[in-house]
Nanobody, 125 residues
Framework: QLHLVESGGGAVQAGDSLRLSCTAS????????MGWFRQAPGQEREYVAA????????FYADSVRGRFTITRDNAKNAVYLQMNGLKPEDTAVYYC??????????????????WGKGTLVTVSS
């Protein structure tokens, strides 16, 4: 099992920034591509961003490209989501996810290997 724990959520104003963190334990972190998803109230969970095992390749949903940045530190078993220019529509619970294949994360596959429990981000106008 790969255990994922998110942190860094909170309540901010539109235009502010937040940095989410996800720390992993239990398996070899660098074996896994990592991703971030979010679920707004009353909506389905959606893909936000993904990063390859070594961190060289990053991918983003159109809704966040240019505002959010995903990075990872394999020495610290951590993945991050820097969120700038936050908008009220970014309000959601943000989940960290891990899969052996980055393609699975990009597809938002129901078969993604591991999920965290989420951290809430609330953006007010």
């Amino acid at each position: 099992q790969l255990h994922l724990v998110e942190s860094g959520g909170g309540a901010v104003q539109a235009g502010d920034s937040l940095r989410l963190s996800c720390t992993a334990s239990g398996r070899t972190f660098s074996d896994y591509a990592m991703g971030w998803f979010r679920q707004a109230p009353g909506q389905e969970r959606e893909y936000v961003a993904a990063i390859s095992r070594g961190g060289a390749d990053t991918f983003y949903a159109d809704s966040v490209r240019g505002r959010f940045t995903i990075t990872r530190d394999n020495a610290k078993n951590a993945v991050y989501l820097q969120m700038n220019g936050l908008k009220p529509e970014d309000t959601a619970v943000y989940y960290c996810a891990a899969d052996l294949r980055v393609a699975e994360l990009r597809r938002g596959s129901g078969g993604i290997n591991y999920w965290g429990k989420g951290t809430l981000v609330t953006v007010s106008s």
